[in-house]
């Protein structure tokens, strides 16, 4: 069965910086784009960044594009979000999410999130 | 950018119907994909494309979408069914995904 499994998170003062890792397993990985998207405590889901299956395309939201950059390693099955210059505002629960196909569609299947704490 | 607006909450009694919107500018020309979300766990996919539904989701949820509104309805309500509904889109001008306000359903 498909399996993501979210690493990384933790407490980072501001503008620092911090990787998540998102472990894929139970499918091709190197056939599906894939996506974080990140929740602020008590607030709604907001997409983050979506990179295509093969790497050769990355979208940003606007609220991290610069900052943050999302990649892939196909071989080690594994999805990663490097963020830099945080801000408290980055504070969420990061997931990752696997698109149903690859690019311009929705989100089949999710980890269970890692949190990220950006405070002095 | 693209704004999907949804009704912060919706109350309903156990075995009436739910129905939660997604406002939208042209709306009906996307195609609108809804998620649930329980305390303190991630999202799960309950309708697709509109009004395709995910093996293993009930056939009790059902969606439609036209014009500048799409709805999650779920008829015959059941406790377990209370949860953070979010529509979400794929906005092909900015090459964006977007999720919607997010609407809390609460079963009486």
């Known amino acids: 069965q498909v399996q993501l499994v979210e690493s990384g998170g933790g407490v980072v003062q501001p503008g620092g910086s911090l990787r998540l890792s998102c472990a894929a397993s139970?499918?091709?990985?190197?056939?599906?784009?894939m996506h974080w998207v990140r929740q602020a405590p008590g607030k709604g889901l907001e997409w983050v960044a979506f990179?295509?299956?093969?790497?050769?395309?990355?979208y940003y939201a606007d609220s991290v594009k610069g900052r943050f950059t999302i990649s892939r390693d196909n071989s080690k099955n594994t999805l990663y979000l490097q963020m830099n210059s945080l801000r408290a505002e980055d504070t969420a629960v990061y997931y990752c999410?696997?698109?149903?196909?690859?690019?311009?569609?929705?989100?089949?299947?999710w980890g269970q999130g890692t949190l990220v704490t950006v405070s002095s | 950018s693209y704004v999907l607006t949804q009704p912060p909450s919706v109350s309903v009694a156990p075995g009436q119907t739910a129905r939660i919107t997604c406002g939208g500018n042209n709306i009906g020309s996307k195609s609108v994909h809804w998620y649930q979300q329980k305390p303190g766990q991630a999202p799960v996919l309950v309708v697709y494309?509109?009004?395709d539904r995910p093996s293993g989701i009930p056939e009790r949820f059902s969606g439609s979408n036209s014009g500048n509104t799409a709805t999650l309805t779920i008829s015959r309500v059941e406790a377990g069914d209370e949860a953070d509904y979010y529509c979400?889109?794929?906005?092909?001008?900015?090459?964006?995904?977007?999720f919607g306000t997010g609407t809390k359903v609460t079963v009486l």
């Open positions: 999410a696997k698109s149903v196909h690859d690019y311009g569609d929705f989100f089949d299947y």
């Open positions: 979400q889109v794929w906005d092909s001008s900015s090459d964006h995904y977007v």
């Open positions: 990179i295509r299956y093969d790497g050769s395309n990355k």
């Open positions: 139970g499918f091709t990985f190197s056939s599906y784009g």
């Open positions: 494309d509109d009004s």
